[in-house]
T-cell receptor, first 111, second 116 residues
Framework: KQEVTQIPAALSVPEGENLVLNCSFTDSAIYNLQWFRQDPGKGLTSLLLIQSSQREQTSGRLNASLDKSSGRSTLYIAASQPGDSATYLCAVTIAGTALIFGKGTTLSVSS | DTGVSQDPRHKITKRGQNVTFRCDPISEHNRLYWYRQTLGQGPEFLTYFQNEAQLEKSRLLSDRFSAERPKGSFSTLEIQRTEQGDSAMYLC??????????????FGSGTRLTVV
């Protein structure tokens, strides 16, 4: 059974700091991995999608990497801002199933 | 296209009442998913449709829950005889057929259900 784990569960950093969020999954036979952002009480906003054949994706200050063989992905946020404060969710898809999510990392960036 | 729309945004209901939520997916997406999310947890899969066919249901979907997608466009999720444990955020997502291999999933803003 595929399980997705995100570490840390919560993270507090001062504005301007670079940070890394971690995601691990138990079954390496994934089709893709997607990172989402969720603001309190809101739905999910897609940040980055990495296909299984790719190693990384970048969008602005965000960079996501994927290492299928080790079952890991990282989300790197450069020069963090208070507006980055949110919960970040990692999710994977494998054959015949819908998205399987981790519990998320709640990020707080102080000014 | 304005993305995935969910209605209502918030619903407060008394225990034992029935509630119905609606989801309008991205028009060119033929797959539609329902998820439930409780506080501090990631979204949990409930069920999904390909066009009008309901292809998979989670064991979380008790017999009090029913979902439909009658014309392969919008979908409804009904909860009968609501219980306090049903209080959660109900999220809808859509993708194309190759969403799992292709462009991923797009989520709506969710419906927050509170059962009092």
């Amino acid at each position: 059974k595929q399980e997705v784990t995100q570490i840390p569960a919560a993270l507090s950093v001062p504005e301007g700091e670079n940070l890394v969020l971690n995601c691990s999954f138990t079954d390496s036979a994934i089709y893709n991995l997607q990172w989402f952002r969720q603001d309190p009480g809101k739905g999910l906003t897609s940040l980055l999608l990495i296909q299984s054949s790719q190693r990384e994706q970048t969008s602005g200050r965000l960079n996501a990497s994927l290492d299928k063989s080790s079952g890991r992905s990282t989300l790197y946020i450069a020069a963090s801002q208070p507006g980055d404060s949110a919960t970040y969710l990692c999710a994977v898809t494998i054959a015949g199933t819908a998205l399987i999510f981790g519990k998320g990392t709640t990020l707080s960036v102080s000014s | 296209d304005t993305g995935v729309s969910q209605d209502p945004r918030h619903k407060i209901t008394k225990r034992g009442q029935n509630v119905t939520f609606r989801c309008d997916p991205i028009s060119e997406h033929n797959r539609l998913y329902w998820y439930r999310q409780t506080l501090g947890q990631g979204p949990e899969f409930l069920t999904y449709f390909q066009n009008e066919a309901q292809l998979e249901k989670s064991r979380l979907l008790s017999d009090r829950f029913s979902a439909e997608r009658p014309k392969g466009s919008f979908s409804t999720l009904e909860i009968q005889r609501t219980e306090q444990g049903d209080s959660a955020m109900y999220l809808c997502a859509s993708s194309n057929r190759d969403g799992e291999r292709g462009n991923g999933y797009t989520f709506g803003s969710g419906t927050r259900l509170t059962v009092v």
